[in-house]
């Protein structure tokens, strides 16, 4: 079964300071991959979504930034945060021949 | 219109009673559908998927699909107070590869 491994757990930020928030995945290959934010009492919005290495898909217009440079890395940046970025960031991925997501531990952002 | 909805709750039931969630989605070219637990800082753990319409029955939890009426729902019997927590609505679109997550019901179970 795959394992999904997000560092850090949590996270203290500046405004106007960059992001870089990583993914990993074992246990399989060629998986699609996920990033969510979850506001304080809120849903899970949907980012960005990945099919493939290079290939990204936004879902929401804002100063974040995604990128596969390997089948099971997904990396999350900005280059200047904003308070509005504070949330719960989870990764997921769907394995090959699957439609269900696993979800990674999280990292709690708070920017200051 | 969002691709998924939920009620907010939260729905209290008292100990040993049947809770029961329900979602509606608006793409009709949904594939699969899921119910996902998320306990107050934790990630989301899958507990149910259905893929046909009608009913599939996991212990405690029954999942039912109505495809005709973009509505799927949770049963959970016999409820615990451990089953306290936040429980999303997720589908997956074929398409576009993407899985969609309705706001979630916050569940409470009353000892």
């Known amino acids: 079964s795959q394992t999904i491994h997000q560092w850090p757990a949590t996270l203290v930020q500046p405004v106007g300071s960059p992001l870089s928030l990583e993914c990993t995945v074992e246990?399989?290959?060629?998986?699609?991959l996920y990033w969510y934010r979850q506001a304080a009492g809120r849903g899970l919005q949907l980012l960005f979504y990945?099919?493939?290495?290079?290939?990204i898909s936004s879902e929401v217009p804002q100063n974040l930034s995604a990128s596969r440079p390997q089948d099971r890395q997904f990396i999350l940046s900005s280059k200047k945060l904003l308070l509005s970025d504070s949330g719960f960031y989870l990764c997921?991925?769907?394995?090959?021949?699957?439609?269900?997501?696993?979800f990674g531990q999280g990292t709690r952002l708070t920017v200051v | 219109q969002k691709e998924v909805e939920q009620n907010s709750g939260p729905l209290s039931v008292p100990e040993g009673a049947i809770a029961s969630l329900n979602c509606t989605y608006s793409?009709?070219?949904?594939?699969?559908f899921f119910w996902y637990r998320q306990y107050s800082g934790k990630s989301p753990e899958l507990i149910m998927f259905?893929?046909?319409?009608g009913d599939k029955e996991d212990g405690r939890f029954t999942a039912q699909l109505n495809k005709a009426s973009q509505y799927v729902s949770l049963l959970i019997r016999d409820s615990q107070p451990s089953d306290s927590a936040t429980y999303l609505c997720?589908?997956?679109?074929?398409?576009?590869?993407?899985?969609?997550f309705g706001t979630g019901t916050k569940l409470q179970v009353i000892p």
């Open positions: 990945s099919v493939g290495i290079g290939q």
């Open positions: 246990g399989t290959s060629n998986p699609n």
């Open positions: 793409d009709r070219g949904s594939q699969s």
């Open positions: 997921a991925t769907v394995p090959p021949r699957r439609t269900e997501a696993f």
């Open positions: 259905i893929y046909s319409n």
């Open positions: 997720a589908v997956y679109s074929g398409g576009y590869q993407k899985v969609t």
